[in-house]
């Protein structure tokens, strides 16, 4: 079972709203990501957070915006989405530090932008 | 650049044979290797994973993988496979560039397994 937890399972947001995801993880571990994952398509990272500290966009658009208030959440802020954006965003949580750590996921929330 | 690379779309298995499903990988360095199932409209469950040691490491559910130097391959085994065994899987290497854990994910195998 995922110690990973995401909210919403499912959001259908118009283009000119504002929403948020959020992630919760109750692990200990210092590393949290945001992936991005498309129909039928592996995950693509997005941003990578390290001791509450952004790591890595990996050159995301603007309109998302992550924010980690503690090190047991993470939130990614949406605004001014596409259409193309719909996908499932899958968040994850590591232990930091070198080494084969496993990278642990959430069950993703469903964005649909209409 | 480190990559993984799985050869297959799409695995067919009848219910009770053995199964593989294949992956190989393009590292500089010593490789840390994961493989990941995803059921339908689900996130990614961590199966197991290779970082040192015994070549033959077993993971959830009865899977297993044989890591192999020689021909760089991570390979996903499990000697009877079930219906309810049928999903996507995910070959991933860690990319440890900048002292972060990242993954890189290859395309992903989808595994039916038939009555």
């Known amino acids: 079972d995922t110690e990973v937890t995401q909210t919403p399972k499912h959001l259908v947001m118009g283009m000119t709203n504002k929403k948020s995801l959020k992630c919760e993880q109750h692990?200990?571990?210092?590393?949290m990501y945001w992936y991005k994952q498309k129909a039928k398509k592996p995950p693509e990272l997005m941003f990578v957070?390290?001791?509450?500290?952004?790591?890595i966009n990996e050159s995301v658009p603007s309109r998302f915006s992550p924010e980690c208030p503690n090190s047991s959440l993470l939130n990614l802020h949406l605004h001014a989405l596409q259409p193309e954006d719909s996908a499932l965003y899958l968040c994850?949580?590591?232990?930091?530090?070198?080494?084969?750590?496993?990278?642990?996921f959430g069950e993703g929330s469903w964005l649909t932008v209409v | 650049a480190q990559s993984v690379a799985q050869p297959e779309d799409q695995v067919n298995v009848a219910e009770g044979n053995p199964l593989t499903v294949k992956c190989t990988y393009s590292v500089s360095g010593n490789p840390y290797l994961f493989w990941y199932v995803q059921y339908p409209n689900r996130g990614l469950q961590f199966l197991l994973k290779y970082i040192t040691g015994d070549n033959l490491v077993k993971g959830s559910y009865g899977f297993e993988a044989e890591f192999n130097k020689s021909q760089t391959s991570f390979h996903l085994k499990k000697p009877s496979a079930l219906v309810s065994d049928s999903a996507l899987y995910f070959c991933?290497?860690?990319?440890?560039?900048?002292?972060?854990?990242?993954?890189?994910f290859g395309a992903g195998t989808r595994l039916a397994v038939h009555p």
């Open positions: 991933a290497v860690r990319d440890g560039s900048g002292g972060y854990n990242k993954l890189i």
């Open positions: 994850a949580s590591s232990q930091e530090g070198a080494g084969g750590n496993t990278i642990y």
């Open positions: 957070y390290s001791y509450e500290k952004l790591s």
């Open positions: 692990m200990g571990h210092r590393a």
